[in-house]
């Protein structure tokens, strides 16, 4: 048993420095590291509100920048749009009547209503005039029946103390307030004509007014017709004309926000809507990344610093399939991170990390999130 404990020892000892050096040790597996591919991804909004019309993209498409992707329901913006051109047409068509030499016949036509509004006019004014003697007769005559009423009271008053002394009859004192009561009625309907006469007078000096408005308008149409238009007119004619063309050009710019576009190209990453679906300004449609720019984000030991400089290639695989990709070391911090509070102990130390940025070179078959192992001493040749 002394011989051989001997012998074990030297193989426990044996064992020990061959994990040491195989295991803890293994110059290859400590320049190994992972990071997971990491894409330049952007949104696609919608650019306008309304109802998802169309949608052209799934996930996986490959998409040009300035190429539509969706359509928003622009159905009302299109009637504004024909209702522009109506309007277009009929100030150019103002414009043109106003440069253009009045016939004969439409000087005839703008006569007759300058002469029509002056007959109207005339007519109004002598109907205001018989409305205010109306009126003021029957002002007169209320005045006449005040006092009317007034002496019949007075004759009532009398009449009625006599039929209580007995001197005058029943009938008498009937009589009397018959005629009161007549006299009332009188009053009331009088006050009644001369409030109709008042609603008369200002309906008709409403009208009139109208009238003058609208003779004053006829007027000023037959000068214009007869000089060949004045240059106020034809001024404010080519404004109206400059408007509504600008109206439709606003038109058409928003028009082009319901066609909605990709402003890079790029892989389509998430579709968010469906064809049918309510979106807002701003709703993000969809996510898309550039396949030509995925980076892997690194955190190499300090010890591993020495192994790597800025725009050294390195050999890197991809963890599920193996298959063998060129990343480009872009930029090392220069800042450690995972610092602990205080470095007391050399495992303190030696777990201060750097970030290293690394772009795929040749990316275009590798996903954001796919997992790759880089090898700081591999041969990028292999």
Excluded: C, W
Excluded at 283 to 312: F, K, R
Aim: charged content about 20%; proline content about 2%; aromatic content about 6%.
């Amino acid at each position: 048993m002394k011989k051989i404990l001997p012998i074990i020892l030297i193989v426990l000892l044996g064992i020990g420095i061959y994990f040491t050096m195989t295991v803890l040790y293994n110059p290859e597996e400590n320049s190994l590291y992972f990071g997971e591919a990491i894409g330049k991804t952007y949104n696609i909004q919608a650019t306008a509100t309304g109802i998802l019309e169309a949608l052209y993209i799934e996930e996986g498409d490959f998409v040009e920048s300035m190429v539509p992707i969706a359509v928003i329901n622009h159905d009302n913006l299109v009637q504004q749009l024909a209702q522009a051109d109506t309007n277009i047409a009929s100030v150019q068509l103002g414009l043109e009547q106003i440069q253009a030499p009045v016939r004969e016949e439409n000087l005839s036509i703008l006569k007759n209503s300058v002469d029509t509004y002056a007959t109207n006019n005339a007519m109004v004014f002598q109907s205001i005039q018989a409305a205010k003697v109306a009126k003021a007769s029957s002002e007169l005559a209320l005045e006449q029946a005040q006092v009317t009423y007034e002496r019949l009271y007075e004759q009532y008053e009398s009449i009625t103390q006599l039929y209580r002394e007995g001197v005058v009859a029943e009938t008498e004192l009937l009589d009397i307030e018959s005629n009161i009561e007549s006299s009332q009625l009188n009053i009331e309907k009088l006050k009644l004509n001369i409030r109709q006469a008042d609603t008369e007078i200002n309906r008709l000096n409403q009208q009139y007014r109208l009238n003058q408005i609208g003779e004053d308008s006829a007027k000023q149409n037959l000068s214009i017709a007869q000089t060949g238009g004045d240059q106020f007119a034809i001024d404010a004619a080519r404004l109206a004309v400059t408007s509504a063309l600008q109206n439709k050009e606003l038109l058409e710019i928003q028009l082009a926000d319901y066609h909605v576009v990709t402003y890079h190209a790029g892989v389509i990453e998430s579709v968010n809507y469906a064809e049918g679906e309510f979106v807002n300004r701003g709703s993000i449609l969809g996510t898309a990344y550039d396949p030509s720019e995925l980076h892997l984000t690194l955190y190499i030991n300090e010890q591993d610093l020495s192994l790597i400089s800025v725009g050294q290639l390195l050999p890197l695989s991809l963890t599920a399939t193996d298959v063998k990709y060129i990343g480009e070391v872009q930029s090392i911090s220069h800042e450690a991170m995972y610092t602990p509070m205080n470095i007391v102990t050399e495992q303190d130390y030696q777990r201060l990390v750097f970030m290293v940025d690394v772009k795929i070179l040749n990316s275009e078959t590798i996903r954001p999130g796919m997992l790759l192992s880089v090898d700081l001493e591999g041969d990028v040749s292999e």
